[in-house]
């Protein structure tokens, strides 16, 4: 069993930067892959980017490459997201979750979520 506790989410204005932290309990955190994914109202939950178990190994979505930085802390038992040049379209609640398979970008292959942090960017 893991639960998750999201932080940091925030307003912020086109082209600025948040940091959000997913704290995690539970022993085994290290054998999750982790994942942030969002939801903007009306649409579905859709991946932004997911890392290993051990941090070595992330994967992004095309549209949040080169802006977001994902990274774990595994003696923390803590998942971050740096997300940098932000723009509009990013605007949505934003979800960690974990997963017992490394590469999963399907929201039916995570376990365990957090209850949401929002990021609001305006123009």
């Known amino acids: 069993q893991v639960q998750l506790v999201e932080s940091g989410g925030g307003l912020v204005q086109a082209g600025g930067s948040l940091r959000l932290s997913c704290a995690a309990s539970g022993r085994t955190f290290s054998s999750y892959a982790m994942g942030w994914f969002r939801q903007a109202p009306g649409k579905e939950r859709e991946f932004v980017v997911l890392?290993?178990?051990?941090?070595?190994?992330?994967y992004y979505r095309d549209s949040v490459k080169g802006r977001f930085t994902m990274s774990r802390d595994n003696a923390k038992n803590m998942v971050y997201l740096e997300m940098n040049r932000l723009k509009p379209e990013d605007t949505a609640v934003y979800y960690c979750?974990?997963?017992?398979?490394?590469?999963?970008?399907?929201?039916?292959?995570?376990?365990?979520w957090g209850q949401g942090t929002q990021v609001t960017v305006s123009s």
């Open positions: 979750a974990a997963s017992r398979y490394y590469g999963a970008t399907s929201r039916f292959q995570y376990d365990f």
């Open positions: 890392i290993s178990g051990t941090g070595g190994s992330t």
